[in-house]
């Protein structure tokens, strides 16, 4: 008999995850646990997410969540068999505890960044932003405490500085993906031994990102493209850190008033920072160089 699987996410991310542990024969994704159609778009059309998509191609039972993990949802999950493993990767909600007692073995979470190091919803956006060279994918055992459970399995790597956080998650799940069915597996059998993390962790949290976080004066930009480098080298990172979302972005003057403008791309040349691409609000993207005499100093 296959080892089972509960699968606990929202994202391509966790498709990736998912389709690489359908490729062993001793395991069997047995459930998907995913928020259900939600309304996207100018024309608000109710559009499945990834996870739902793929569940359905390869015919796996579905939980869909509306709002939030409530008694309705535990109702429905407790109508399937008890998985061996509960696998939460890129989920957006607070696991509860009837949920983490779920698996007959272990509850796991997929969780990139070198933990105990940038816990929290957004570390490789963090990772990016503080200029760090090295990082790593860990799995770990789910706790109630948030991101600090035993470690499983850790990976470390290099950190590309150009990458942008699609490019730094894409990497991380990418090897964690070449190993995930077998890690499994090493843990069913009592191969591998959890390894308790620090209660403390010695980076800030990974919190959630606003738009806001994204904002940055036109005083300081000017500043970084003249003769600040430690601003400048900040604000390239946070270029890529913040792409594809929020996007770095500022407000710039105009003769026709102040304009919002998002930073796309940007680079440091001769140690100042050099604008690549930007989008002004309402209009296309389009080179520094061609939108730049609009801005009135």
């Not at 929290?120 to 956006?125: E, I, N, R, W, Y």
């Not at 499983?152 to 993906?177: A, G, M």
């Not at 070449?178 to 390894?195: F, N």
């Amino acid at each position: 008999m296959p080892y089972t699987i509960a699968i606990a996410g929202t994202t391509q991310r966790t498709v990736m995850c998912a389709q690489a542990l359908l490729q062993h024969h001793e395991l069997e994704i047995s459930l998907v646990i995913t928020p259900a159609p939600q309304r996207v778009g100018r024309d608000r059309k109710l559009t499945k997410n990834d996870v739902q998509n793929f569940a359905n191609s390869n015919q796996v039972p579905t939980v869909l969540i509306k709002n939030k993990i409530d008694e309705e949802v535990k109702k429905k999950i407790n109508e399937f068999a008890k998985p061996d493993f509960l696998l939460v990767v890129d989920f957006g909600y607070l696991v509860p505890e009837w949920l983490l007692d779920l698996p007959k073995i272990m509850p796991l979470n997929i969780h990139p960044s070198a933990l105990p190091k940038w816990r929290g919803s957004s570390p490789g956006q963090f990772v990016l932003l503080s200029g760090e060279k090295e990082s790593a994918v860990t799995i770990i055992q789910m706790t109630p405490q948030f991101d600090q459970g035993p470690i499983i399995w850790q990976q470390k790597f290099t950190v590309d500085q150009s990458w942008t956080q699609t490019q730094y998650y894409q990497f991380s799940f990418e090897l964690i993906c070449q190993k995930l069915s077998k890690i499994l597996l090493q843990l069913a059998e009592g191969k591998i031994t959890p390894r308790p993390q620090p209660a403390t962790s010695p980076t800030p949290l990974a919190r959630r990102l606003t738009k806001q976080d994204a904002f940055v004066t036109w005083e300081k930009i000017k500043q970084a493209m003249t003769s600040e480098y430690k601003l400048a080298r900040e604000l390239e990172r946070a270029s890529r850190a913040y792409s594809p979302w929020p996007l770095l972005w500022t407000e710039i003057p105009t003769p026709k008033g102040p304009r919002r403008m998002q930073i796309i791309s940007a680079n440091i040349d001769d140690q100042k920072l050099i604008l690549e691409y930007v989008k002004f609000e309402g209009m296309e993207t389009k080179s520094w160089n061609e939108v730049k005499n609009v801005v009135k100093d």
